[in-house]
T-cell receptor
Framework: DTGVSQNPRHKITKRGQNVTFRCDPI?????LYWYRQTLGQGPEFLTY????????KSRLLSDRFSAERPKGSFSTLEIQRTEQGDSAMYLC???????????FGAGSRLTVL | QQQVKQSPQSLIVQKGGISIINCAYE??????FPWYQQFPGKGPALLIA?????SEKKEGRFTISFNKSAKQFSLHIMDSQPGDSATYFC???????????FGTGTSLTVIP
């Protein structure tokens, strides 16, 4: 297992377009988290899954954002009708439930023009 | 509302010196306080963590000092090396597996 994998690493899109990011967590981990990181800031929590169930969503996750983890393995984060304010690094992390150690992926950087 | 406040924003230290980064929190329900290290182009990686029942934890050159009454904790990097140059984030969470609240980060530069 090579850790948490995120794709694509960088996405450039025009305002109004839809984008989708994929996260493949460490296979034994049943929890998966999405965070957003803007320049000069720490990661901000967006949502997390335990297996396929989405257990918590931040108020940062507007209606234009949707996350899924259909089979409890990989997850996708879709942003519809992108805005320039969506430009950020989207980080995925995974862990065992009941454990405090998060393993982060390298992130997917979104640039909205 | 920033749940965890971190300072300084940036820090420059000579090789061999001590780097100190401070964090403060308000929510007394927090029970786990990790520090993450992030290199450019990489995701954050866990460096060291502490629970509020101890006042200090040391792992190699890295030490966390924890002051429960003041609701503050700090990271000390002894004998700082150029390879330590990175961004450091403190964080806090309440309960295992719950969301983490991160500080705004400290960019550390260690000059050879």
């Amino acid at each position: 297992d090579t850790g948490v994998s995120q794709n694509p690493r960088h996405k450039i899109t025009k305002r109004g377009q839809n984008v989708t990011f994929r996260c493949d967590p460490i296979s034994e981990h049943n929890r998966l988290y999405w965070y957003r990181q803007t320049l000069g800031q720490g990661p901000e929590f967006l949502t997390y899954f335990q297996n396929e169930a989405q257990l918590e969503k931040s108020r940062l996750l507007s209606d234009r954002f949707s996350a899924e983890r259909p089979k409890g393995s990989f997850s996708t984060l879709e942003i519809q009708r992108t805005e320039q304010g969506d430009s950020a690094m989207y980080l995925c992390a995974s862990s065992f439930s009941g454990a405090n150690v998060l393993t982060f992926g390298a992130g997917s950087r979104l640039t909205v023009l | 509302q920033q749940q965890v406040k971190q300072s300084p924003q940036s820090l420059i230290v000579q090789k061999g010196g001590i780097s100190i980064i401070n964090c403060a929190y308000e929510n007394t329900a927090f029970d786990y306080f990790p520090w993450y290290q992030q290199f450019p182009g990489k995701g954050p990686a866990l460096l060291i963590a502490i629970r509020p029942d101890v006042s200090e934890k040391k792992e190699g050159r890295f030490t966390i000092s924890f002051n429960k009454s003041a609701k503050q904790f700090s990271l000390h990097i002894m004998d700082s090396q150029p390879g330590d140059s990175a961004t450091y984030f403190c964080a806090a969470s309440k309960g295992p597996g719950n969301q983490f609240y991160f500080g705004t980060g400290t960019s550390l530069t260690v000059i050879p």
